[in-house]
């Protein structure tokens, strides 16, 4: 923890005050009435004199000179947080300087050992949610390939989603690979975009398109759509198709359809932007662009993101047919693609919205520490918070200390792990199972 010395107008409410300082020039020389006074309002502190001695507060004599007041005991803690009311009574009382803890670092590490502890809690909550809303994309695929499908159902897991503020817990679910990869990849991607969608457009300063999270959620959710009209063995297969096999062209028929539900269903236009174009790359002559008769130029900003925030999803999730990436990973190959395969502007607000180590991520760091990634930094990227699981021989903690990286010296991350390859089934059990503290 910081401390530091400050002058009585740099007290800031949220600092705590280990000593007051800087009293000589409006004490002076104690008289009686000051003796009397410091005795009674510092009770239990204790006093260093100007020669450098140390005496209880009640021990200082007429004629002393006072240096500092320090050493507060728990019952007179309201006169070491600094809130309005106390700068406002030291400000009377001649007190010049203080010798403070930076709350902010202190208050500041609280914080963020509490939205750790919310994060855990959510994505413990959010699970079920998930779940339940891919069986929901489920059936609303399946009522679709039998020519009828409403949305009603959808709609009140979105609210759901949103209410609880999930969306962050899911993009955690994401990270630590627990979806199912037709239907929960739907949500996943859903959730991600609306996640991070109006941040970026903050950040661009562009009005958003979407009237709120659910709207942005659903309009995500249902980029794939038009998966409901492929047979569930093709659509749930574990196999890879070859390259211009049937399967493979009802697979790459699937944008193209989900454009024409989604107007039929007159979706929002932005969302039919995104069903259509979300496999249209900039080089429409590549085979991973389709429709072929489709221009990238006319792809949205929200679609271009969508395209990143899918890929990003199918290498991060579980396919029975490959290893999936780490998060991580799966961060520098759409960074390395950026401004080739993916939009770069859409690409950069992505990666400062989600970070370089999205939430989830399991990481070494430099003492060869391990644990799991908590947050966005607001700077260097490669510096977020991490919740220690393992020390650095690799035992087992009971607890988990929180090590914020932005503000620590001599660690860093020097590598990123796949939470499943080290746990298999039970990733995502340590991740809920952490206590942080
Ligand atoms: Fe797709
Ligand atoms: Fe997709």
């Known amino acids: 923890m910081k401390e530091e010395v400050v002058e009585q107008d740099k007290l800031i409410p949220g600092m705590r005050i280990i000593a007051y300082q800087?009293?000589?020039?409006?004490?002076?020389?104690?008289?009686?009435?000051?003796?009397?006074?410091?005795?009674?309002?510092?009770?239990?502190?204790?006093?260093?004199?100007?020669?450098?001695?140390?005496?209880?507060?009640d021990a200082l004599k007429v004629g002393d000179r006072l240096l500092e007041i320090g050493s507060f005991p728990a019952s007179l803690l309201h006169l070491c947080e600094v809130g309005e009311g106390l700068v406002k009574a030291l400000k009377s009382q001649g007190f010049s300087r203080f010798k403070v803890q930076t709350a902010s670092?202190?208050?500041?590490?609280?914080?963020?050992?509490?939205?750790?502890?919310?994060?855990?809690?959510?994505?413990?909550?959010?699970?079920?949610t998930q779940a339940r809303a891919a069986k929901e994309v489920e059936k609303v695929m399946d009522a679709l390939a039998q020519g009828a499908a409403s949305l009603e159902s959808l709609n009140g897991l979105v609210e759901e989603i949103v209410e609880n503020s999930y969306l962050e817990a899911i993009g955690a679910l994401a990270t630590l690979k627990q979806s199912d990869y037709t239907y929960g990849h739907c949500v996943d991607v859903g959730a991600i975009f609306a996640g991070v969608y109006f941040e970026i457009q903050r950040h661009r300063g562009v009005e958003p398109v979407f009237a709120d999270l659910q709207e942005a959620l659903l309009s995500g959710l249902l980029h794939d759509l038009g998966k409901s009209s492929m047979p569930k063995d093709i659509l749930e297969s574990p196999l890879q198709f070859e390259k211009d096999s049937p399967e493979m062209r009802l697979q790459r028929g699937h944008s193209e359809k989900t454009g024409k539900l989604l107007t039929e269903m007159k979706a929002h236009p932005v969302a039919i932007n995104m069903g259509l174009y979300h496999h249209v790359k900039p080089d429409g002559d590549t085979y991973s662009s389709y429709p072929k008769n489709l221009d990238f130029k006319d792809a949205l900003f929200e679609t271009r993101l969508l395209a990143i925030?899918?890929?990003?999803?199918?290498?991060?999730?579980r396919r029975p047919f490959k290893r999936s990436w780490s998060a991580p990973a799966a961060m520098r190959y759409l960074e390395a693609l950026s401004g080739v395969e993916y939009d770069e502007e859409a690409f950069e607000g992505f990666a400062k919205v989600l970070g370089l180590f999205p939430v989830g991520s399991l990481v070494e760091l430099s003492d060869k520490s391990r644990g799991f990634v908590?947050?966005?930094?607001?700077?260097?990227?490669?510096?977020?918070?991490?919740?220690?699981?393992?020390?650095?021989?690799?035992?087992?903690?009971?607890?988990?200390?929180?090590?914020?990286?932005?503000?620590?010296?001599?660690?860093?991350?020097?590598?990123?792990?796949?939470?499943?390859?080290?746990?298999?089934?039970?990733?995502?059990?340590?991740?809920?199972?952490?206590?942080?503290?």
């Open 309 to 317: 925030i899918d890929s990003y999803q199918a290498l991060t999730g």
């Open 105 to 128: 670092a202190q208050e500041s590490h609280i914080q963020s050992v509490g939205k750790a502890t919310l994060l855990v809690e959510k994505t413990k909550k959010s699970k079920e």
């Open 22 to 57: 800087g009293l000589e020039a409006r004490f002076g020389t104690l008289d009686a009435e000051k003796v009397q006074w410091l005795a009674h309002n510092f009770k239990g502190t204790t006093a260093i004199k100007v020669d450098g001695s140390q005496v209880a507060i």
């Open 374 to 437: 908590m947050n966005v930094p607001q700077g260097d990227l490669s510096r977020p918070q991490v919740v220690l699981i393992q020390d650095p021989e690799g035992r087992d903690l009971n607890k988990h200390p929180l090590v914020d990286l932005s503000v620590t010296q001599g660690l860093s991350i020097v590598k990123d792990l796949d939470p499943v390859e080290l746990f298999g089934e039970k990733a995502l059990d340590r991740f809920l199972a952490l206590k942080v503290g």
